[in-house]
T-cell receptor, first 115, second 113 residues
Framework: QQQVKQSPQSLIVQKGGISIINCAYE??????FPWYQQFPGKGPALLIA?????SEKKEGRFTISFNKSAKQFSLHIMDSQPGDSATYFC??????????????FGTGTRLQVTL | DGGITQSPKYLFRKEGQNVTLSCEQN?????MYWYRQDPGQGLRLIYY???????QKGDIAEGYSVSREKKESFPLTVTSAQKNPTAFYLC????????????FGPGTRLTVL
């Protein structure tokens, strides 16, 4: 059972454009939503994360938008650069005590930013 | 440097052999995790440990075993019972507290010949 659905599977964006990746979750116990960036042959690195008490979080060119009622969240990459070309994973976990904060990952989006 | 190290980077195994993947962290984190990554399937949790001498099965534990004798170390053994072991294996750790961030190691790519 896939609890976090991610789309699109792949995305091609021109340099300077906006990249948008969407995720939807089912488990209402989830209350921590990170995005990870992974380059080929490397481990994922945390990019940005959000909790349900806010609807948006921005860090530099990266913004998470969160819609609790729809159980959806998305990553926006503004002014996309070729160096942003990577695979992006959304994830979710419950963070209450005793849950071990097990992350459930989406299936990933391969982003290619062209010149 | 503080971080998570995994070794080896590449590992080749013959069918029927057990193999152990190393994961070490010097971040003083209590919780550690093992994930398996296959193309198009994201990351799936194999085992996790919240404290020394304790660990729990994740979503795909069959054919794997772990130990947690030291806080810094969480080795994963891929046994011959794992039917399709070729994959990219990732270790992560987490510092309990206000953040739930998991930090990942560089991964080990296991290929069964």
């Amino acid at each position: 059972q896939q609890q976090v659905k991610q789309s699109p599977q792949s995305l091609i964006v021109q340099k300077g454009g906006i990249s948008i990746i969407n995720c939807a979750y089912e488990n209402t116990a989830f209350d921590y939503f990170p995005w990870y960036q992974q380059f080929p042959g490397k481990g994922p690195a945390l990019l940005i994360a959000i909790r349900p008490d806010v609807s948006e979080k921005k860090e530099g060119r990266f913004t998470i938008s969160f819609n609790k009622s729809a159980k959806q969240f998305s990553l926006h990459i503004m002014d996309s650069q070729p160096g942003d070309s990577a695979t992006y994973f959304c994830a979710a976990s419950p963070s209450r005590a005793g849950t071990a904060s097990k992350l459930t990952f989406g299936t990933g989006t391969r982003l290619q930013v062209t010149l | 440097d503080g971080g998570i190290t995994q070794s080896p980077k590449y590992l080749f195994r013959k069918e029927g052999q057990n193999v152990t993947l190393s994961c070490e962290q010097n971040l003083n984190h209590d919780a550690m995790y093992w994930y398996r990554q296959d193309p198009g399937q994201g990351l799936r949790l194999i085992y996790y440990s919240q404290i020394v001498n304790d660990f729990q099965k994740g979503d795909i534990a069959e054919g794997y075993s772990v130990s947690r004798e030291k806080k810094e170390s969480f080795p994963l053994t891929v046994t011959s019972a794992q039917k399709n072991p070729t994959a990219f294996y990732l270790c992560a750790s987490r510092r309990p507290g206000s953040t739930d961030t998991q930090y990942f190691g560089p991964g080990t790519r296991l290929t069964v010949l």
